[in-house]
């Protein structure tokens, strides 16, 4: 996609919170509690994945003396550059996101995720200046996770050993790259922490797990709690991909967009850290367990079919989210029937699913 000028109203003039990827979903909702504790944001995006259209145009008619936008792509070098030039902070979120996509095209998917971040990295080196950039990682960078034995309990897979059941998985694991997505946002992962162990640029990782919210476009592909819901309430058929008991710890966004900010506050002190952010153990459930919340949210049953498990899916991803609590002064996570409840709501207002009569019964 050919790049667009900086759009008014210009911020050339003031240094700016740059967020790439800005009008994805995480994007979206940092830029717009940045825009709303008196930032200006810059917002980056090439504007490739369907409908995030609609919250670049929530953003700016919200906050229109606020938030400027570049439509360009993370590979551009000279847009990057200048995107980066007068940023304060760097938030980048620009990234492809599936592991389905990577192994559908490979190259693509390191042009985005590995070389896209080296150019921003690189255009914050040659600055000159300390700008701060905190990337958001993913938990893929940690592998299937195959050596770790698990038991089926009745509410889905958990880890025999009981320190890691009580704990989730933290930093000290071992770095395993899976599929080219893994090796993409692992390679990227790595370059970021070195970026502030040669050259001074100070930076921190956040490896994510499962974050789903308000603004969220889940497909079968990414946002998973998002997509569930989606199909549900437009009484459509959900696929699982395995058998539904693998077990994730999800996160509101507004608790992933609070350990950004935590990062950036923080970011003389945790310079050069990566950590794991998500729901954590109090927050960790299996597919099968959001499925049947959400039958009780839409009053029906949802239509389950299941399919063979998919290349580097792990049947269990728990985040231990102490190091991330210490260190950031994270407060406890919203509890996940809370936040799934509010994703139906906002999903019944902002969505439109085709069955009024169930958007209706889910916004209640």
Same mark, same amino acid.
């Given at each position: 996609?050919?790049?667009s000028?900086?759009?008014?109203?210009?911020? *050339?003039?003031?240094?700016?919170?740059?967020?790439?990827?800005?009008?994805?979903?995480?994007?979206?909702?940092?830029?717009?509690?940045?825009?709303?504790?008196?930032?200006?944001?810059?917002?980056?995006?090439?504007?490739?994945?369907?409908?995030v259209?609609?919250?670049?145009?929530?953003l700016?008619?919200?906050?229109?003396?606020?938030?400027?936008?570049?439509?360009?792509d993370?590979?551009?070098?000279?847009?990057?550059?200048?995107?980066?030039?007068?940023a304060?902070?760097?938030?980048?979120?620009?990234?492809?996101v599936?592991?389905?996509?990577?192994?559908?095209?490979?190259?693509?998917?390191f042009?985005?995720?590995?070389r896209?971040?080296?150019?921003? *990295?690189d255009?914050?080196?040659?600055?000159?200046?300390?700008?701060? %950039?905190?990337?958001?990682?993913?938990?893929?960078?940690?592998g299937?996770?195959?050596?770790?034995? %698990?038991?089926?309990?009745?509410?889905?897979?958990r880890?025999v050993?009981?320190? %890691?059941?009580?704990?989730g998985?933290?930093?000290?694991?071992?770095?395993d790259?899976?599929t080219?997505?893994?090796?993409?946002?692992?390679?990227?992962?790595?370059?970021?922490?070195?970026?502030?162990?040669?050259?001074?640029?100070?930076?921190?990782?956040?490896?994510?797990?499962?974050?789903?919210?308000?603004?969220?476009?889940g497909?079968?592909?990414q946002?998973w709690?998002?997509?569930?819901?989606?199909?549900?309430?437009?009484?459509?058929p959900i696929?699982?991909?395995?058998?539904?008991w693998?077990?994730?710890?999800?996160?509101?966004?507004?608790?992933?967009?609070?350990?950004?900010?935590?990062?950036?506050?923080?970011?003389?002190?945790?310079?050069?850290?990566?950590?794991?952010?998500?729901g954590?153990?109090d927050?960790?459930?299996?597919?099968?367990?959001?499925?049947?919340?959400i039958?009780?949210?839409?009053?029906?049953?949802?239509?389950?079919?299941?399919?063979?498990?998919?290349?580097g899916?792990?049947?269990?991803?728990?985040?231990?989210?102490? *190091?991330?609590?210490?260190?950031?002064?994270?407060?406890?996570s919203?509890?996940?029937?809370?936040g %799934?409840?509010?994703?139906a709501?906002?999903?019944?207002?902002?969505?439109?699913?085709?069955?009024?009569?169930?958007?209706?019964?889910?916004?209640?």
């Amino acid at each position: 996609m050919p790049s667009s000028p900086l759009e008014a109203p210009a911020l *050339l003039s003031r240094r700016v919170a740059l967020v790439t990827g800005g009008a994805g979903f995480i994007g979206s909702n940092l830029a717009d509690r940045l825009a709303t504790d008196g930032h200006d944001v810059l917002v980056l995006d090439a504007l490739a994945r369907p409908g995030v259209e609609a919250n670049l145009q929530w953003l700016k008619a919200r906050h229109p003396e606020r938030v400027t936008a570049r439509i360009a792509d993370i590979r551009d070098e000279a847009a990057v550059e200048e995107a980066a030039r007068d940023a304060k902070v760097v938030f980048h979120l620009a990234g492809q996101v599936a592991v389905t996509t990577s192994l559908a095209d490979p190259r693509d998917d390191f042009d985005v995720n590995l070389r896209g971040t080296f150019n921003l *990295l690189d255009a914050l080196r040659r600055q000159g200046r300390a700008v701060p %950039l905190v990337f958001a990682s993913t938990n893929k960078v940690y592998g299937a996770l195959a050596d770790v034995a %698990l038991e089926r309990a009745a509410d889905g897979y958990r880890p025999v050993d009981p320190a %890691l059941r009580g704990h989730g998985i933290g930093e000290a694991r071992p770095l395993d790259f899976h599929t080219p997505y893994g090796c993409s946002k692992g390679g990227a992962d790595q370059y970021v922490l070195d970026f502030a162990r040669s050259f001074g640029i100070p930076t921190a990782v956040l490896r994510m797990s499962c974050i789903y919210g308000q603004r969220q476009m889940g497909t079968e592909d990414q946002g998973w709690v998002a997509h569930f819901l989606i199909r549900a309430l437009r009484g459509e058929p959900i696929t699982i991909f395995g058998d539904g008991w693998q077990v994730r710890d999800v996160l509101q966004v507004d608790d992933a967009v609070a350990a950004y900010l935590a990062a950036w506050q923080r970011i003389d002190a945790v310079s050069g850290q990566a950590f794991n952010l998500g729901g954590g153990p109090d927050n960790a459930v299996s597919l099968r367990q959001v499925l049947a919340a959400i039958e009780e949210l839409v009053g029906r049953r949802v239509m389950v079919d299941y399919a063979d498990w998919r290349a580097g899916d792990q049947r269990y991803y728990v985040s231990d989210t102490r *190091l991330a609590r210490r260190e950031l002064g994270l407060r406890a996570s919203t509890p996940w029937r809370n936040g %799934l409840a509010g994703l139906a709501r906002w999903l019944g207002e902002a969505q439109a699913p085709r069955k009024p009569a169930s958007v209706a019964e889910a916004a209640r």
